[in-house]
């Protein structure tokens, strides 16, 4: 779910070498290797610390005095070694149990038919704790162990290494997660992970929640214990695929819920691992995810297969703007945020191992509320809603997102914030909603069709966010004809691209230059845009956008629906129009009334074959113009090879961008709908539905410590004073882990 990578500092680089070299001396001495080595280590040291070496993926372990102190020795001490941080006391621990729980359910079978259905009827109460719990009333037939042992033969997975301390959350100390190096079995980790909890607490059984929850929080900020292992974001799913198992056969089984017709995500084509796909989160005592938030505010639903419970902490979404500011006040300082307000620390907490006490935020007013998931429990956290929280000891669980109706107002929030920080979407948001808002026109035409009331409130947030996108749309294609601004008409055939400058999504329309390489959304002003390639703008438009707009037009025959439209607009409440220009936003003076007639006016290089007066329904099936575009950008099954290398970025009012495009750097789009680095856009045969650019700082070819992420974020550098942005790449940098 980041956004972004960051460069290990000299010191880490240091205190990581000095590990290594440590670790040589160790197993020289040793006579046992491999699993069998690494066991007995972990009972020497009783769990009590784990020492890593990222950039080789070295896994050391040891106690936390059993090395000399040298220079070197501090350099690690930095990344591993606690401190106290005085604006975290934890000295107190009352605190623990002022905290309320969040909402139990337990439905019964016939209550339990339908996922998204059930989650429907109790989301107007649950949502308003951010999180809430389900116990299931079917137990899986067959074990996750077994499923992931037997059923899915060879199954294996690396995990990731936590500093388990505090952090000061300045430049000079920020938590950064790290590959352990080490491939498991599921049994192999379980008895390592049995092993560390049996030498602490000198029993293999489980002991209480409300005992667990001191013993963490004191631990992360005292104890010895320097580093926990988690194996977070594994692809994978421990649901059995045998038709006599009554969880895995049913709707509940998270490979199949984002398929079910009221998910959103249905009307993805490719499958996006944990976003469409589940994941697998394995882990041990005191494994920890950091605070954060969905990926486009999207639902999460977790189910916990098997082992030690965990506490988890939840936000309610109303509460996340208050969050975002108690962090950026008392968690961060100023010099590692960003950008200002509540997205300075917004953008932090994408890097998700930002991880502090609830006690920080109970103390300035901000609700949390508190669960502890048991084995067969769902846990559900709503849209918006930030959660953390830690396992009690080994265990096994699973996640998967999830889209309904009443997401898309929040997910319009959360794609312009993506907009504002410049980095590009992971989700489509403009097709979803244009799709979405299509079918439910078609179903509206017919009739005797019975809605539930939870139905209706999810159509009510789709008629409105979708009026709101056609509305913006259509005042900016009058814009573009009335400025004459573009040479040529071309029908859209592309899925979803992603805008050059803002790293908005384009689905309907968005203008491109002569060698089709320079995406830019109508948000931008047009005659303004200076391509490397000539100064010829063309625009690409849907062939069915007269239908959306005859769709738009329906919606707000619906008195609720104008009434809201009209009193956002008031409000000056409307999230598709950023970063839209000054220009735009005065064009009402000039005439302008929504659902106009558009008429066709092209620039003055094709003014002999202008065609006047043509409404907008003709638009999307004219070309104008000798232009016959040549299509560079990818599309589905296209192959890299094909797209053409631009060597210098568009720019606006009249200046150029950097000439910043290496050989593997091609400025087109950023791709929407993958979570991996873009390993597949290296392959021959790319088979993704959307446009994307291939940029050199999302590989993984090489052999420096980048890690995978659940959410690779592109960020470019921004200049907000011209609207003019450059492609910065990095040299060998660390991505930050994305852990749920």
Aim: net charge negative; hydrophobic share 35%; with cysteine.
């Amino acid at each position: 779910m980041v956004e972004g990578r960051v460069r290990l500092s000299k010191k880490v680089k240091n205190g990581l070498e000095f590990l290594k070299h440590k670790r040589l001396q160790r197993i020289k001495s040793e006579s046992s290797s491999g699993t069998s080595y690494l066991i007995n280590m972990m009972a020497r040291s009783g769990g009590d610390a784990l020492r890593i070496s990222a950039s080789c993926g070295i896994r050391l372990q040891g106690n936390a005095g059993s090395f000399s102190r040298s220079n070197d020795a501090s350099c690690e001490n930095d990344v591993f070694s606690k401190h106290k941080v005085d604006k975290f006391d934890t000295s107190d621990l009352e605190w623990t149990e002022k905290i309320p729980e969040c909402p139990v359910y337990c439905p019964t079978k016939e209550e339990f038919e339908d996922p998204l259905v059930y989650l429907q009827k109790i989301a107007p109460e649950a949502s308003r704790y951010g999180i809430c719990k389900i116990v299931s009333p079917l137990v899986a037939a067959v074990p996750a162990g077994v499923v992931l042992m037997k059923e899915k033969v060879g199954f294996k997975f690396s995990t990731r290494v936590q500093p388990f301390r505090l952090s000061e959350w300045d430049t000079d100390d920020k938590v950064t997660f790290f590959m352990s190096g080490i491939n498991y079995t599921f049994r192999d980790f379980e008895k390592m992970a049995n092993k560390v909890f049996g030498r602490r607490y000198y029993s293999a059984g489980c002991l209480s929640a409300t005992y667990l929850e001191k013993e963490f929080w004191h631990e992360i900020a005292y104890g010895k214990t320097e580093s926990v292992e988690y194996a977070c974001d594994v692809e994978g799913s421990a649901f059995s695929s045998s038709p006599s198992d009554p969880l895995g056969s049913s709707k509940w089984n998270l490979e199949r819920l984002s398929r079910l017709p009221k998910s959103t995500l249905r009307l993805l084509e490719t499958a996006i691992p944990g976003v469409t796909d589940p994941m697998l989160y394995i882990g041990m005592l005191f494994s920890m995810f950091a605070w954060h938030v969905e990926d486009h505010y999207l639902y999460s639903i977790n189910y916990h297969h098997c082992g030690a419970s965990k506490t988890w902490y939840g936000i309610p979404g109303h509460a996340a703007s208050k969050f975002e500011k108690v962090v950026k006040e008392h968690v961060y300082t100023n010099d590692i945020l960003s950008a200002d307000g509540e997205d300075g620390a917004f953008d932090v907490l994408l890097g998700k191992t930002t991880l502090f006490p609830p006690s920080i935020l109970l103390k300035h007013d901000v609700s949390v509320y508190k669960a502890v998931q048991k084995p067969g429990e769902f846990v559900i956290t709503f849209p918006r809603a930030y959660h953390a929280g830690f396992s009690h000891g080994f265990n096994c669980g699973e996640a998967v997102n999830f889209a309904i109706g009443d997401w898309f107002p929040l997910g319009a929030i959360a794609s312009l914030r993506y907009a504002h920080l410049n980095r590009a979407p992971l989700l489509p948001h403009e097709e979803l909603l244009c799709k979405e808002a299509m079918l439910l026109y078609t179903s509206l035409e017919l009739e005797d069709l019975d809605y539930s009331l939870a139905d209706l409130a999810a159509h009510h947030c789709i008629k409105v966010s979708f009026v709101k996108l056609m509305r913006f749309l259509h005042r900016a294609l009058w814009s573009v004809m009335k400025s004459r601004a573009c040479t040529s008409i071309s029908p859209n055939y592309y899925r979803t691209i992603v805008c050059t400058l803002c790293k908005r999504d384009c689905y309907v329309a968005f203008i491109n230059c002569s060698c089709n390489g320079h995406p830019v959304c109508l948000r931008h002003d047009i005659r303004s845009l200076h391509f490397p390639c000539g100064s010829y703008r063309y625009l690409f438009l849907r062939d069915d956008v007269a239908e959306m707009e005859a769709a738009a037009k329906k919606f707000e025959q619906d008195d609720a629906i104008s009434k809201e439209i009209e009193q956002q607009i008031e409000n000056g409440d409307d999230l598709y129009l950023y970063p839209l220009s000054n220009k735009l936003q005065t064009d009402v003076e000039d005439g302008y009334f929504p659902y106009c007639e558009i008429n066709v006016v092209l620039g003055p290089d094709f003014a002999a074959i202008n065609t006047m007066g043509q409404p907008l329904e003709h638009i999307s099936s004219m070309n104008h113009g000798k232009f016959q575009p040549e299509t560079n950008l990818e599309q589905v099954g296209s192959s890299p090879k094909t797209v053409q290398r631009v060597a210098n970025q568009v720019s606006v009012n009249g200046e150029r961008f950097p000439e910043e495009v290496s050989e593997n750097t091609y400025e087109l789009s950023v791709s929407c709908l993958s979570r991996e680095d873009h390993r597949s856009i290296h392959q021959d045969n790319v088979h993704d539905p959307v446009s994307r650019s291939i940029v050199d700082e999302n590989s993984d070819s090489s052999d420096s410590p980048i890690f995978r992420v659940k959410r690779p974020f592109s960020k470019v550098e921004k200049r907000f004073g011209n609207d003019t942005i450059s492609s910065k790449n990095s040299e060998h940098q660390v991505q930050l882990l994305d852990v749920m």
